[in-house]
Nanobody, 123 residues
């Protein structure tokens, strides 16, 4: 059972940067595809980025490509999301998730979720 705890969310101005972090409790962390999703009020949960078990391959939603960077450290069992050039439309609760080895952008394919961390970007 993979337990995930996110941190780092806060209020930030447009154009600012934030680094979200997700800590995993289980030693099998390195077996999982890890991803970040986000959910804005009244909207469905949407994919942000994933990273393969080795960290060798990453993939991003078009809306964040070039601004966000996902990374992981399998020894420390953490996955981070560096967010730069933030926009008001990035405002959402951000969720860390662990899923199958096969890369996917579908939330339903992910088995493990954190509780979320709020990111608010003021205009």
């Amino acid at each position: 059972q993979l337990q995930l705890v996110e941190s780092g969310g806060r209020l930030v101005q447009t154009g600012g940067s934030l680094r979200l972090s997700c800590a995993a409790s289980d030693g099998s962390f390195s077996r999982y595809l890890m991803a970040w999703f986000r959910q804005a009020p009244g909207k469905e949960r949407e994919f942000v980025a994933w990273i393969t078990w080795s960290g060798g391959t990453t993939y991003y939603a078009d809306s964040v490509k070039g601004r966000f960077t996902i990374s992981r450290n399998n020894v420390k069992r953490i996955v981070d999301l560096q967010m730069n050039s933030l926009k008001p439309e990035d405002t959402a609760v951000y969720f860390c998730s662990g899923g199958p080895l096969t890369p996917t952008t579908w939330a339903s394919d992910f088995d493990y979720w954190g509780q979320g961390t709020q990111v608010t970007v003021s205009s």
